[in-house]
Each structure stands twice: as structure tokens, then as C-alpha cells.
């Protein structure tokens, strides 16, 4: 038995949930998880965990070997890390952790162009939903810093900033008008993630030296639709459903194609810091620290929103 083999399929199995789950992320059938996992419960001579039809549950000993094991697993990697940043060509296996919507309408379209300069790099990215800091199971972790500060052990580098933006199709809004004052917004249709019923806007305060302007809070009334699913918000914005808040990143491409306009643009609602996450670790692994320095240079690595650069959509100043 190659037991630093079944322990990376025991470590696995956990972090999916499940025996099928890991097999599919392996590339092997069910039945090999499942023989891997057995041989090393019969070598520990201990049951590591218990298995029903709906769900797994690690025993004491299981929930206690797993933190070693991903000790071991974590200090094997530091140790190719450190044996591997010499050579002058990164690769391996990255694995990614994003939310589904930076990775959707960002990553997808940088990935070729990093493949190109890495061929020996192989990608894994995962999209499960919201994220809220550093994985250690993964190399990378793309974060997204709002209302809340990010929070725990970990390195993040800065990517850019990301405005949230009112947008709704041009068609959508010859029918009902271009609102001109936040207040305006009540008699038009919205679409809002569900746990979200009132926004904030604000004016002014483009710099340190300039005085805040005007903050509004508008109630909403009955969204259209309401769904914390981001893209199926933008792709009924895109229909003319309504006026909706997107992130920049999310917009960026509408919005140049003029598929979207911008609603409200001298009026500013919540800005995103967008970072790339990594675990804190003696040796950063090359596969890594190059695919953090790609995104750093491609995003600008600094405190501005280029997706609304790009498009020509940033934030006005009201006239005085």
C-alpha cells in the first residue's frame, strides 16, 4: 500500500464529503477510494470514519488523524516547494478557490494566456459559493473584502477594487426612464440578492482632501426578483428585467458592449477590495507565486476599480 497515496484520498474524501466525490476529483472509480480508505483503516488498525447512505462522519480517532495527516501532507508540499523554487519552469497542479462570479466573467478569460507562459501548469478551480477567507486545502484564494474586514492567518496580495453599480439594459430604460436621484428609484423594478432590502448611496468623497457629500437611503420596494445568484441577476439585467447592482467585474464586459448602462453614475454604493489569499507557509510553492503575480499585473494590483476604467463608467462628481 502507498500510504502517503491513501492518505491524500482520505484527506480528500473528507474535504468533499463524500467517496464518489473524491473519486471524481482524482480521475478513479468510487470503488478505488473506497478500497484506499479501507486498506488504511485496516493498517491503522482503527476505523476512521463512519459511513451511512447520506453522509460520512469522521470518528475521534479519524477527526484526529486528519489533523496530522494534513500536517504531513502540508510539510511534503513545503518541502517540494522548497527543493523545486530554483527551477526556472513552475509546474504541477493549482488549485484555486473563487467565487463563482469572478471566475465566471475574470479568471476564464486570463487562464489561456496564463497556460501559454506556464505550460506545465495544470488548474484546478473551484467555485462553490461564497467565500469567506483563506482555504488551506487550496494554493490560492480570491477574496472579496465589502462591508466586513477579511479576518485570519493568512497573505493576501491586492488585485484591485471593485465598485458595485446600478446598471440596467438601455432598452429597459428608454421604456421607464432614467432615474436622476436615488429616490427616483422607487418607481422603477429591481433586482436584489434576498437578504438585501435597502441600499445606501453616496456623493462625493473622490479624495482624502474633499468633503463628503450627500448619503441617501432608499427602501426598496418589492424586488422583481431576488436571488443571491449573481449571474442569473446579470443575465436578467441583460434581458430588461430592471436595474440591479453588479460589481464591476461582473458588468465590465456589458457595459462595453453597451448591452448595460450605468444607473446613477455620480452615486457611489459599496466598493469591494478584491485579493488573492494564500496560506501562511515557510516555502511558497513557484506554481503559486506565479499565478499571484499574473493576476497582481493583469487586475493592476492597486487601490482602483479598472473594469470601470476600461469601460469609461467610473463614479462622476455631482455639479456643485
Known amino acids: 500500500m502507498d500510504r502517503l497515496h491513501s492518505m491524500r484520498v482520505f ?3 473528507v474535504e468533499v464529503g463524500s467517496f ?3 473519486a471524481r476529483d482524482l480521475h478513479v472509480s468510487p470503488a478505488v477510494v473506497t478500497r484506499l480508505v479501507a486498506d488504511l483503516e485496516e493498517h491503522l488498525g482503527a476505523r476512521l470514519m463512519n459511513r451511512t447512505t447520506r453522509r460520512l462522519a469522521l470518528t475521534d480517532t479519524g477527526e484526529v488523524y486528519l489533523e496530522r495527516v494534513k500536517q504531513i501532507l ?3 508540499e513545503e518541502a517540494e516547494a522548497q527543493a523545486s523554487a530554483a527551477t526556472s519552469e513552475p509546474r504541477g497542479h493549482l488549485r484555486v478557490l473563487s467565487p463563482p462570479a469572478f471566475a465566471v466573467h475574470q ?5 489561456p494566456k ?3 507562459m506556464y505550460p506545465k501548469l495544470t488548474i484546478e478551480l473551484s467555485v462553490p459559493g461564497v467565500v469567506d477567507t483563506v482555504d488551506e486545502n487550496f494554493d490560492v484564494t480570491i477574496l472579496a473584502e465589502g462591508r466586513r474586514p477579511l479576518d485570519g492567518g493568512f497573505i493576501a496580495r491586492r488585485l484591485a477594487c471593485s465598485e458595485v453599480i446600478l446598471c440596467a439594459a438601455p ?5 421607464r426612464g432614467r432615474p436622476g436621484h436615488p429616490t427616483e428609484l422607487h418607481g422603477h423594478d429591481a433586482m436584489l440578492p434576498t437578504f438585501l432590502r435597502e441600499l ?3 456623493s462625493g468623497a473622490w479624495g482624502d482632501d474633499e468633503p463628503e457629500g450627500e448619503s441617501v437611503t432608499v427602501t426598496l420596494n418589492r424586488p422583481s426578483l431576488s436571488t443571491i445568484h449573481t449571474d442569473t441577476i446579470y443575465a436578467a439585467a441583460l434581458a430588461g428585467l430592471g436595474i440591479t447592482g453588479l460589481p464591476s467585474f461582473v458588468a465590465e464586459d456589458a457595459l462595453a458592449e453597451h448591452a448595460l448602462e450605468r444607473v446613477l453614475p455620480a452615486w457611489r454604493t459599496l466598493t469591494l477590495r478584491l485579493y488573492a489569499g494564500i496560506p501562511t507557509r515557510k516555502h ?3 506554481r503559486t507565486r506565479v499565478f499571484v503575480d499574473y493576476l497582481v499585473q493583469a487586475f493592476g494590483g492597486e487601490d482602483r476599480d479598472p473594469w470601470l476604467q476600461a469601460t469609461g463608467c467610473e463614479t462622476l462628481r455631482l455639479a456643485a
Request: no cysteine; aromatic share 10%.
Open 20 to 22: 464518489a466525490a473524491a
Open 114 to 116: 496564463f497556460r501559454t
Open 11 to 13: 484527506a480528500r474524501v
Open 284 to 286: 511558497v510553492p513557484a
Open 200 to 202: 445606501t448611496f453616496r
Open 74 to 76: 502540508t510539510e511534503i
Open 107 to 111: 479568471l476564464a478569460k486570463h487562464l
Open 171 to 175: 432598452d429597459y430604460l428608454d421604456r
